[in-house]
Nanobody, 127 residues
Framework: QVQLVESGGGLVQAGGSLRLSCAVSGFSFSRYAMGWFRQAPGKEREFVAAITWDRANALYADSVKGRFTISRDNAKNTMSLHMNSLKPEDTAVYYC????????????????????WGQGTQVTVSS
């Protein structure tokens, strides 16, 4: 059974930091790129960041570049998103997701190209 479980969300003031984690089980985590997406109320789900299976490359949305850092630990089947300098517009439910294709070298930001999803964790940034 495939499981992706996010944790680490919460309420933080603008300018603060949070670290999200995604614990994965049920598939060969180390073979797949992983991504973070978010969805704010009334808005479509949007890409946040992704990392290749071997940690060689990372991709970030322009809105988070320089503030967020994605990482993964293949030995522990976990992925993290370190979020700094948070803004109220970062408020959303954050989801981790697994790529459809193994060993992809070019990261993708399209949600339809991710096949497994977690249930999400709420991040609320107050002004």
């Amino acid at each position: 059974q495939v499981q992706l479980v996010e944790s680490g969300g919460g309420l933080v003031q603008a300018g603060g930091s949070l670290r999200l984690s995604c614990a994965v089980s049920g598939f060969s985590f180390s073979r797949y790129a992983m991504g973070w997406f978010r969805q704010a109320p009334g808005k479509e789900r949007e890409f946040v960041a992704a990392i290749t299976w071997d940690r060689a490359n990372a991709l970030y949305a322009d809105s988070v570049k320089g503030r967020f850092t994605i990482s993964r630990d293949n030995a522990k089947n976990t992925m993290s998103l370190h979020m700094n300098s948070l803004k109220p517009e970062d408020t959303a439910v954050y989801y981790c997701a697994a790529d459809t294709a193994p060993y992809r070298k070019v990261l993708v930001s399209t949600s339809t190209l991710y096949r497994y999803w977690g249930q999400g964790t709420q991040v609320t940034v107050s002004s």
